[in-house]
């Protein structure tokens, strides 16, 4: 991972955390939506101006990419640039979890 797409996505808004962890199976828009919306128990709703300028950024950015279209969705899948953000974000996250109890 270049400086560049450090300093844009580490750290990671939630919805851009929620977008690339359900996009490590081909998902779109409206479906990464709801998963978003089960996996929070309706706290995390991500609107659709929200859902789809994330992805064309994070699409630009070269963190997913199209994979296929099905019945007039566009599905998109996490590159290998992306899981590395993920993946890098993840362990950040549970670096915080661990420090908020104390463990060393």
């Given at each position: 991972?270049?400086e ?9 808004t ?12 081909p998902?779109?828009?409206?479906g ?6 089960e ?5 995390v ?7 789809y300028?994330?992805?064309t ?8 990419r199209?994979?296929s279209e099905?019945?007039?969705?566009r599905l ?14 993840i362990k ?5 979890y661990k420090?908020s109890?104390?463990?060393?």
């Open positions: 991972m270049d560049k797409t450090k300093r844009i996505y580490v750290p990671m939630e919805t851009g955390f929620y977008i690339l962890f359900c996009l490590q199976q998902n779109h828009g409206y990464i939506g709801q998963q978003v919306k996996m929070t128990g309706g706290e709703i991500i609107s659709a101006g929200t859902m300028g994330t992805l950024k994070m699409g630009a950015d070269g963190l997913i199209f994979h099905v019945e007039k969705r998109y899948e996490i590159t290998e640039l992306g899981q590395e953000v993920l993946s890098t974000e950040r996250i549970e670096r915080l420090n109890k104390g463990d060393k």
